[in-house]
């Protein structure tokens, strides 16, 4: 088996989040569950919903590409599988991500519909409440998916929101048979308690099946996975079931648990909570980074809570701060 040229490869979304400020009043005259993700499935739904908004920032996201953004800015080699359109914001998008170190080769694809994006409403307390129009990623063909790419990453990781669609998902199997036939580990992030609601049985199957080496869930993810209404049930129910299992629980912190072994980290300090957007993909890329590089789990755990605590601090969920030198004193 040839050593791995890059630390991380991933497949997700290729979306461009626009974020705007709002109170609770609005979150529920829009219908939606405050902290949740919704889809919408048409241009003129998202176009409809971008006209409420107040002043808009646009950033670069997708769960998966937020992940290896965050990998890069640690100092790790990362590629990135994602469909944009031949639009302005398919530009963006491709811009964003080869200039945080990640190499991105999908070819655009032309015609409708536009790239994806996300249109987050930020509440005073932090929390995300996402509105995602999917666009051209839910188009990613089996095509892209290189052979020669894949086997080239220590680790594959696969987000559950690139699930929904057929095509994608056709893909991501592919991908992951390519990396499990070239020795490499499979991670797999459960994304929402929405995705598990439509692909339960799909993800409980990889699990059973042994296709998933690292599984990232939050809380409500496990416990939706699980169909428990208690942590440590659903601990209990999935013990064994996957080697290394990653579950974020907010301001409490984290735990691992492989084997035998439970390790528990709390959560990094923070002078001020922001936004939330991306606090799981910049855990999962501090804990990836930590494997990838063969650092411990309690280690790994580290660097995704000081991940995370850097992307909350501010809004967007790229890096703004110097995650090295984070990772760096958080490591001593």
């Given amino acids: ?8 490869v991933a497949i997700g979304n290729a979306i461009v989040d626009i974020l705007a400020q709002a109170d609770d009043a609005f979150i529920e005259e829009i219908g939606v569950t405050k902290g949740s993700m919704q889809l919408m499935f048409s241009p003129a739904e998202a176009d409809a919903l971008y006209a409420k908004m107040g002043p808009g920032r646009e950033v670069s ?5 937020n992940t290896v953004a965050g990998i890069a800015a640690m100092g790790g080699k990362c590629a990135f599988i994602g469909q944009v359109a031949d639009d302005q914001l398919g530009t963006v ?3 964003d991500i080869r200039a945080a170190g990640v190499d991105f080769d999908t070819a655009t694809r032309a015609g409708d519909p ?6 987050i409403f930020v509440t005073p307390d932090g929390q995300r409440t996402m509105n995602t129009f999917l ?3 839910q188009f990613l063909p089996a095509a892209a998916i290189d052979e020669a790419l894949i086997a080239s990453g220590a680790i594959l990781y696969l987000e559950g929101y690139l699930w929904d669609p057929e095509e994608p998902r056709a893909a991501m199997r592919r991908a992951i048979q390519i990396a499990r036939d070239n020795g490499r580990k499979v991670a797999f992030t459960l994304s929402d308690v929405f995705c598990i609601s439509r692909h339960g049985d799909d993800f409980r199957t990889l699990i059973a099946d042994g296709m998933i080496d690292i599984l990232f869930a939050n809380e409500s993810e496990l416990l939706a996975l699980c ?3 208690s942590f440590e049930d659903a601990v209990a129910h999935i013990h064994g079931k996957v080697p290394l299992l990653v579950v974020t629980r907010g301001e409490h912190g984290a735990m691992a648990l492989s084997g035998t ?5 709390g959560a990094a300090p923070i002078e001020r909570l922001v936004d939330t957007t991306g606090a799981g993909d910049l855990f999962a890329a501090g804990f990836l980074h930590g494997q990838a590089k063969g650092l411990s789990i309690e280690a790994s755990l580290r660097l995704g809570a000081i991940g995370a605590a850097e992307i909350i601090q501010h809004y967007g969920a790229r890096p703004e701060g110097d995650l090295k030198a984070l990772a760096a004193a958080a490591l001593g």
């Fill in 114 to 119: 536009t790239t994806a994006r996300c249109l």
């Fill in 261 to 265: 072994d439970r390790i528990e980290v």
């Fill in 227 to 229: 169909e428990h209404e």
């Fill in 1 to 8: 088996m040839t050593q791995p040229t890059y630390d991380v």
């Fill in 61 to 65: 996201g997708g769960s998966a590409a």
């Fill in 135 to 137: 666009g051209a990623s």
């Fill in 93 to 95: 998008f491709a811009h």
